[in-house]
């Protein structure tokens, strides 16, 4: 399809350097090259501000590069728009004190309270986020792509969204996560955020059990959205 008038190119999110990682040079898994992305203005203000966000509230602050698999692509779909990302991982700046890990995004197993904690912050300001749990081709990345943001449960990637958040990080049972919205998902949700019928649609609950998953998969010690 036809690159789209309008784009443009970015070589950081919020200063965190956009880096590439999947040549034999530099394989998926390392900190990766410096590796500008093109993107639709309106994308670009959405990424900003969501990485911005996310270094306001991360325990370890700002990050040093953020690996991405990249932005637009010429083929179909929110690619070919120039209005997705694709996200493989994060990686923190090192100091004399402290040497974060990073978050690699097919570690999400193993590494399930940061990855879902970086999820829910993604699906505050997108309503595209396709990961780890919804499909084996999202397994090794995020796709992040603009859209209007609430929860359907008609999403099979948000639905898994919060039935592994109720799994791995709450400690509230949903059952399998099979993507299905059902009474058991619903009732895991109610034990997390207070929500009749652990109903999501209403957007301040969506809002509540995001940060919730944020501040239980970090595990921080304050609240960064406390008035």
Known sequence: MARPAGLVRISDLAGAEIRYAR????????????????????MAEQLQKCFAELWRVCPYGPAEGVVSAGGWVDKPGMHGRGLALDVDAIWWKLDDFDRPQPMITNNAPHDAGRYLAVSAVLRMFF??????????????HFHVA???????????????????ACLHVHGSNPGPVDRLWGPRTRAAVAQVVDIAGGDLRDRQGWDAFLRETF???WKCAENPWAE
């Open 23 to 42: 040549t034999r040079r530099h394989r998926y898994g390392t900190p990766g090259k410096a590796h500008p992305n093109s993107v639709m203005p309106e």
């Open 215 to 217: 501040l239980a998969g």
């Open 127 to 140: 309503g595209t986020v396709i990961g780890y749990w919804c499909n084996r081709a999202h397994r090794d």
């Open 146 to 164: 603009l859209r209007p943001v609430g929860f359907s449960p008609a999403s099979k990637s948000e639905v898994a969204f919060v039935q592994a």
